[in-house]
């Protein structure tokens, strides 16, 4: 069995974080483990994406989100759970996830409004 890295929290540079966060299937799995602010295991977390993905590439998500400082995961039998790291990272870098955070919603409310934009667009065509 592979051993699981999870580093210190003042070993992560904040590239790492920024890097993990910048895919955006990464950020709707990281959304989802802090949304729900307890344990998530890979097959509901799986289950919440908008497109089924390979549980070897699930696993290659969380394996980055993990060794980036931004999760922490335990097996349990042949499960494996995750919970986040959100106050160990607040801590150490104060204000940075929800700035994240909010930079992505403002992001996916741009992308809805050019989304509307474009069927009105095409409706009026």
Do not use: F, W
């Not at 994240?100 to 509307?116: G, L, P, S």
């Amino acid at each position: 069995m592979k051993l699981l890295i999870h580093p210190a929290i003042e070993d992560v540079p904040v590239g790492a974080i920024l890097h993990a966060l910048a895919d955006p299937v990464r950020v709707a799995l990281y959304a989802g483990i802090v949304a729900e602010g307890c344990e998530r295991n890979c097959t509901a977390l799986a289950g919440e994406l908008d497109a089924p993905i390979p549980k070897s590439t699930l696993s290659q998500h969380l394996r980055i989100l993990r060794e980036a400082g931004l999760i922490k995961s335990e097996r349990h039998g042949v499960e494996m759970r995750n919970v986040s790291r959100c106050a160990e990272i607040d801590a150490y870098y104060p204000g940075l996830l929800p700035s994240i955070a909010r930079a992505h919603e403002v992001q996916n409310e741009a992308e809805v409004k050019r989304a509307r934009r474009l069927a009105r667009k095409a409706i009026h065509s």
